[in-house]
């Protein structure tokens, strides 16, 4: 019997003879006109139950609304590979990288959770993606993060940079995963919306990929993992689909808490329950939880479900059926599995310690049906939730202050000139935020455990080994650059794209497919809409063209405080393979007396760069020149000079340029170098021009190195060569000889390169 003070249960038939009974869809993030679709679809008001699964399915963050118009371009532009077994789609894409094994990788955002309860907020992003490459059927065996902040040293970041890195650190090293490498950005765009992009790479054989499915009549399906709590209830439409704001506090309740040990022993029996081929289908619970869950397998599925929504085990008694149904409580798995196979599922599930418990069944009715003590409280078709959400054509045009954004270029703005100038300058830029080291983060992180990383951070990418025997292994690098996609979006989403590409070729592996994260204010402006369509429309051209397709990814909306949007932000992760990771080139500059090569093409490009954007604030122009074509040249010398084994070192050349560059190679190997500038010195130093790197070339290779530039069309340029204890800098005088400008003790570099975060973050 009912308890009196309890509300009355919303079933079915109560839905079906109350039409005119308010529903709250308002305040669940529906639109007037989503809920009458509902109504249409189910020839009735929804119950309760039934309107908290379309309101966080429907929603931005689940169904893609707003942005799956465009998003179908990856598909359509898809280049035609044999790498590619899973596609977009599925929880995450699975590549072919050879000799039987498969990898599949990912990058999410959690914004705004991480914004609101930064440890709990970043460490669940962390877990979340987790469990999406666990859903596979792979092994997580490496994290990366991308992180962007407002003004280093604002209030607001010294609250929200130290929480975020914990609670990565604390989930990923509880785990036992390395994090291999990522990125960490300051800019005032950011302040009061951070962004916290995760991405997992898990490794697997071939016949061992699982899929979000839920076929045959009479399979069980099994609920197993944490608990399901209060915490996250509503997190999809709350939290990540509407626009962020000051009373984003009072929305703590919407964001997870994770048990980082929990998913620990998650793996390990998902795992042994893949090995003994025990399930059918599987999904993660993430955003919408249950009811993303329990619409998606069995949308893929025979197309049926039958869900006792009373058998899912709460940490909290009191919840109704519509906040469990919406609860995004961490660390929980749905299985599909054969009746003869339940009992040893069980098992398996008790020995890791594991809860496990059998809430439903496949059915071929085509309906998604729940029950709460007895009674229907769901009757749904599930694609109508899963799959056939609303679908908007947003309204988009320029912003209204492009013309004048990109007419007020840096060639108006004072260069350094002088020798002293051009030092100061090095130094500037070697310290400043986003330039100077991230150790202070890093640090944080466990990035050997396993034993399989062979690189990662402060290294252009992070390199995995994933066959012991022939030395097979992974490349992977995650980038972006707001203030480029802020100045042209086509080709801000390009430049982020090359960067990625040539990071992963600068330590010897050939690119191979990409997943991204892209990071948008609202796409009920205009102005933002048409840096969206811009910028996919020019990532999914440039992945055509080099080849690497789009696996898989995460849009993220409503990044923005009040009316101000932040800079669009496309974060592109690589994937690249490298056959032996013996082979792998590092960016230090470690052996004396080798050759130092830049390989590509200078120009004058200041447009968006940390010059302009460290020195004066400014941001104005056109960001670089894309130049793809240059970029395959580039990455087929560097493939093949690793595999060759001529170079020492390797790094590419991106923000803050060759200045940069050399700052970074000679700390992490702690030689020095001698530098014979080719042209103006200031750009020289300072250009951010694209298809680049510099290189140390082993004595005796530098022929070698120079057939392989002519033969791929890469001009060559000497610069000088490693050795000393300092970086000495000299242009060509008016004779053509070299005269020294300045030099800078390497410890002088390391005080200035390494001290600036963790003073800000340490305030």
Request: net charge negative; charged share 20%; proline share 7%.
């Amino acid at each position: 019997m009912t308890p009196p003070d309890e509300p009355v249960t919303d079933t079915v038939e109560i839905a079906a003879a109350t039409p005119d009974r308010p529903q709250p869809y308002a305040e669940l993030g529906m639109k007037e006109e989503e809920y009458r679709r509902v109504r249409e679809i189910l020839g009735r008001r929804p119950t309760s139950a039934e309107l908290a699964i379309y309101s966080v399915m429907w929603s931005e963050h689940c169904s893609y609304k707003s942005s799956k118009v465009h998003l179908r371009q990856f598909g359509e532009k898809a280049p035609e590979t044999d790498a590619l077994l899973v596609g977009m789609g599925e929880n995450a894409g699975v590549v072919d990288i050879g000799r039987g094994w498969a990898v599949t990788f990912k990058v999410e955002s959690h914004n705004h959770p991480s914004y609101v309860e930064p440890y709990q907020g970043a460490a669940t992003g962390v877990g979340g993606i987790v469990r999406d490459i666990m859903s596979m059927g792979a092994r997580p065996v490496a994290v990366m993060d991308s992180l962007r902040f407002g003004p280093a040293d604002a209030p607001d970041t010294q609250r929200v940079l130290p929480g975020v890195v914990a609670g990565i650190g604390g989930y990923g090293n509880s785990l036992g995963l390395p994090n291999i490498g990522g990125e960490t950005v300051f800019d005032p765009c950011y302040a009061q919306n951070p962004l916290v992009n995760a991405l997992c790479v898990g490794v697997m054989r071939h016949e061992d990929i699982k899929r979000a499915v839920a076929p045959g009549p009479g399979n069980r399906v099994i609920l197993f993992g944490a608990g399901t709590g209060p915490d996250g209830i509503g997190g999809a439409s709350v939290l990540a689909s509407a626009t962020f704001d000051e009373e984003s506090q009072a929305k703590r309740p919407s964001v997870q808490v994770g048990d980082p040990f929990m998913e620990k022993l998650l793996i390990e029996c998902c795992q042994e329950l893949f090995r003994e081929d025990l399930v059918v289908g599987i999904q993660d619970l993430g955003a919408a939880g249950v009811s993303c869950a329990t619409t998606e397998l069995a949308a893929a599925g025979t197309g049926g479900m039958h869900i006792e929504l009373d058998s899912v085990p709460l940490r909290d008694a009191t919840l109704r059926p519509e906040e469990i149904l919406m609860s995004e409580s961490q660390e929980r798995m749905m299985a599909v599995v054969e009746p003869a196979k339940v009992d040893r599922f069980l098992e398996i599930c008790a020995k890791w310690e594991i809860p496990a418990t059998v809430i439903g069944a496949v059915t071929d009715t085509g309906r998604l049906v729940m029950t709460w003590r007895g009674e229907k409280i769901v009757d749904i078709p599930p694609g109508t939730a899963a799959d056939e959400g609303p679908v908007y054509h947003r309204p988009y045009e320029p912003p209204a202050d492009l013309a004048a954004l990109q007419s007020d270029t840096p060639g108006r703005l004072t260069r350094p000139t002088t020798a002293d100038e051009l030092r100061r300058t090095v130094l500037w830029l070697a310290g400043s935020p986003n330039l100077a080291s991230k150790t202070w983060v890093t640090s944080q992180y466990d990035r050997y455990v396993l034993g399989n990383t062979v690189l990662a951070m402060p290294e252009d990418a992070g390199v995995l080994r994933v066959d012991d025997e022939s030395g097979l292994g992974i490349a992977l690098s995650l980038d972006g650059n707001g203030r480029y996609t802020r100045l042209d979006p086509y080709s801000g989403a390009q430049l982020a794209l090359s960067e990625a590409y040539r990071n992963v070729a600068a330590t010897g592996a050939r690119p191979l497919a990409v997943t991204n994260c892209l990071n948008f204010g609202s796409p009920e402006d205009p102005g933002v809409m048409w840096q969206f369509a811009r910028a996919v429309e020019g990532l999914a051209d440039a992945c055509r063209y080099l080849g690497t397709p789009v696996t898989g990814g995460n849009v993220s909306f409503y990044n923005q405080t009040g009316t101000t949007p932040i800079n669009p932000t496309p974060v592109v992760g690589v994937l690249g393979v490298h056959d032996d990771v013996r082979r792998r080139v590092g960016i230090a500059f470690s052996s004396e007396g080798a050759t130092l090569a830049l390989l590509g093409q200078t120009r004058e490009e200041f447009g968006g760069s940390e010059w302009a954007h460290v020195v004066y604030g400014h941001l104005g122009g056109l960001p670089p020149k894309v130049d793809l074509p240059a970029e395959v040249a580039l990455a087929s010398v560097l493939v093949a000079a690793a595999r060759e084994g001529l170079l020492a070192a390797a790094h590419d050349l991106s923000d803050g340029g060759l200045s940069q560059a050399l700052v970074e190679s000679c700390l992490r190997g702690g030689l020095g170098a001698q530098i014979t500038l080719p042209g103006d010195p200031f750009v020289s130093l300072f250009s951010e021009s694209v298809a680049r790197a510099v290189v140390a070339v082993r004595p005796g290779s530098e022929g070698r190195l120079a057939a392989l530039c002519e033969a791929a069309g890469v001009p060559v340029t000497q610069l000088g060569v490693t050795g000393g204890d300092a970086l000495h800098i000299s242009a060509r005088g008016a004779d053509g000889q070299p005269q020294e400008l300045f030099s800078i003790p390497l410890a002088e570099l390391r005080e200035t390169h390494e001290h600036i975060v963790p003073s800000y973050a340490n305030d």
